[in-house]
Every structure is written in C-alpha cells, then in structure tokens.
C-alpha cells in the first residue's frame, strides 16, 4: 500500500512541479512586462461585445485559382465553439491617441479630431500591431486584430460575399473579366466618404456596429494564393504576410505599410475609403502566457 502511494506521489509531483515551474515563470514575466495588472485610469478601454458560438458559411479570402484560371473561393461551413470577445466600434481616435501620447503608437495622419466617437483612420497594419501591443501591456487582457474569419463570424450578413458567380470550370476568361468589370463599375464612390460617428452604419444581428460602413477593417489574416483541386480542395496555397485582409463592404489586400488605401498599395478593386481597426480581447491565462513570453523574446 505504501508502494502505491509513493507511485501516486511521483505521478502527481511529475506533473505538479512542472505546472508549478510554469506558473512561476509566467508571474515572473507577468511582472517583467507588467501584463497582469489592471488598466491604469488613465487608459480608455474600448466597448467590448461577445459573439456566442453559432455556425455560418463563408468564403475564405485569397486568390482562388482552378485549372489555371482565377475562380470564387469555395464556400467552407465554419463551427465555432467558443465565443469571441471583440471591440463593438473601431477603435477611436481618442483610445488611438492615448497610445501615441505615451509614444508606443506613430501619429495618425488623418486630421479627424481626438474624440471617443470617431473612428481612427489612416491607420496601417503596423500601427495597428502596436495600439494592440500596448493596450495589452497596460490592461489585464491581451488584444489583437482579428481574423478575417473573425469578421465574418461577428458581422453575420453584413459580411461580404465576394464572389462573382462564374461557372468555375469555364474555360472561358473572359467571362470572370466581364463579371469583375461590371461589379467595379457598380461599386460607386461614396457620397460622404469622411469617417462618420460612432453607430451611424448600425449593426449587425450580433451587435457588431459600423461594419461594412465607409471604414475597412485591417485583420491578421494574410493574403494568399490557392489552387484548387478535385473537389474544391486545397492542392496548393502560398501566403504573403506583408500584405494584410482589409475588410469591410468588399475585401482588399493591403501592403502593411499603407494608411491611405487610395494610394494603391497592391489594392486590388475599388480602393476602400478609409481603413482602421478594432480588436480582439483574450482573458485567458494561457493568452497572457504567451503574450509575455513575446515581450520577453522581443
């Protein structure tokens, strides 16, 4: 009997002591990096909302291609399981500027005024990357942008569908030009394109506000190339992480660097408007985990 509790003993210090090593590590780093602490009150957050898990169909972003010809993307059923907690607005000027105060965040270009009910614009990927790195070293969260599977999930049928409905084993070219002609040219400028207050494009099903309006979304997700096989499977895909999914009424691939989508940029289509962001939140310990880890390797 004694035997078989030293056996328990072991087995249970084998795995204790590791978790125990790791806790130590990550309230170490946590206090190196000054991850978890609450937000200062100086520190705006943004208005966070949470999506509970449902199913949907979308088309994933990217260059699609089939037997040498650019095609839709294929339509994919997503299940998400866990709920995502996601910024309701874009994020502000106001929340933006607070982090080029402390000097953590480039300026914004764009001459909108400092308010809590505008939203940031002129804002590139990068300087995107690090309004999120900062919230997340002065708050008890971790913040990134989200996916553009994200976006789809949360904005619900205020997502866009971008295909262009062309038999996709046509062998005939012509016919995807002529469709992605006349879907440029319905595509018409916008009235007022100057960024609107907070609320003024509405929401979506899910609470997801201003979505789809005259502000482009940045995400995490790359831009791609597929080609498609038998079946509308994968055969081949090749990222190019310098140039991000922009989001918003139709999808655009921007290089990281740009903050004024008109000026080109590898946009392909009608340039958006304008592009900002709004932001993911993660409460999870093993986030936070490794978010320190990142700040410690950087």
């Not at 831009?223 to 009424?249: P, Q």
Request: hydrophobic share 40%.
């Amino acid at each position: 009997m004694s035997a078989i509790r030293h056996a328990h003993f072991v087995s249970g210090a084998s795995v204790a002591l590791p978790a125990l090593l790791m806790m130590a590590v990550a309230g170490g780093l946590g206090l190196q990096t000054g991850l978890f602490r609450a937000a200062p009150a100086d520190i705006p957050l943004p208005v966070t909302i949470r999506i509970e898990p449902h199913d949907f169909t979308y088309r994933p972003a990217g260059e699609f291609y089939k037997n040498d010809f650019a095609v839709d993307a294929p339509k994919v059923e997503v299940r998400r399981t866990r709920p995502l907690d996601i910024t309701k607005y874009q994020v502000t000027t106001a929340e933006y500027d607070a982090c080029v105060a402390q000097g953590a965040c480039p300026a914004r270009e764009a001459t909108t005024p400092s308010s809590f009910d505008l939203p940031a614009t002129s804002i590139n990927h990068d300087d995107a990357t690090a309004y999120a790195r900062w919230l997340s070293t002065r708050t008890d969260a971790v913040w990134t942008l989200p996916s553009d599977e994200d976006l789809a999930f949360a904005a619900g049928s205020k997502f866009p569908d971008d295909a262009l409905g062309v038999d996709p084993d046509s062998k005939n070219p012509a016919l995807r030009w002529l469709a992605d002609y006349q879907r440029e040219a319905s595509r018409k400028a916008s009235r007022d394109p100057a960024p609107q207050p907070l609320g003024h494009f509405g929401e979506s099903e899910y609470g997801l506000a201003d979505f789809a309006g005259n502000v482009w979304e940045w995400t995490s997700t790359c831009n791609r190339k597929v080609t498609l096989g038998e079946g509308a499977k994968a055969a081949y895909a090749s990222e190019s992480c310098g140039i991000y999914i922009a989001s918003g009424k139709h999808r655009s691939p921007l290089s990281a660097f740009i903050r004024d989508p008109k000026s080109g940029g590898c946009s392909v289509g009608t340039p958006p408007d304008n592009v900002g962001f709004r932001l993911v939140r993660d409460d999870s310990w093993y986030a936070r985990l490794v978010f320190a880890f990142r700040q410690a390797a950087s």
